[in-house]
């Protein structure tokens, strides 16, 4: 492989991935990480911190779920936490 076929490869994904986020924010809120959010983080009881701040993020923005690969990382049960698979049945069977 040329490094000019690994760039081409590379645009190609990004510019896969950009139009992915660009359909992705039609319908989902993006929400902000400041201090309070991370402050709110070090005070959860989650193993992982990256977790913690999602949870927070979501928590403080009054998010309605969590969508992750890893649902046992978050031991809670607001907001909801769903499964990339669940988010899109729940999107496809709702009327």
């Known amino acids: 492989m ?19 986020l660009n359909r992705i924010v039609t319908f989902c809120q993006v929400a902000t990480v400041d201090s ?15 977790d913690a701040i999602q949870y927070s993020t979501a928590i403080l923005n009054h998010l309605d779920a969590i969508i992750t690969r890893n ?3 978050f031991p809670v049960t607001t ?8 988010l899109i049945q729940e999107l496809t069977n709702s009327p």
Do not use: V
């Open 71 to 73: 649902p046992g990382d």
């Open 79 to 86: 907001p909801r936490i769903l499964t990339p698979q669940q």
């Open 36 to 50: 309070a959010t991370i402050n709110m983080a070090l005070t959860t009881n989650f193993a992982d911190f990256e």
């Open 2 to 20: 040329t490094s000019t076929t690994s760039f081409g490869k590379i645009n190609k994904s990004r510019a896969s991935a950009l139009s992915l």
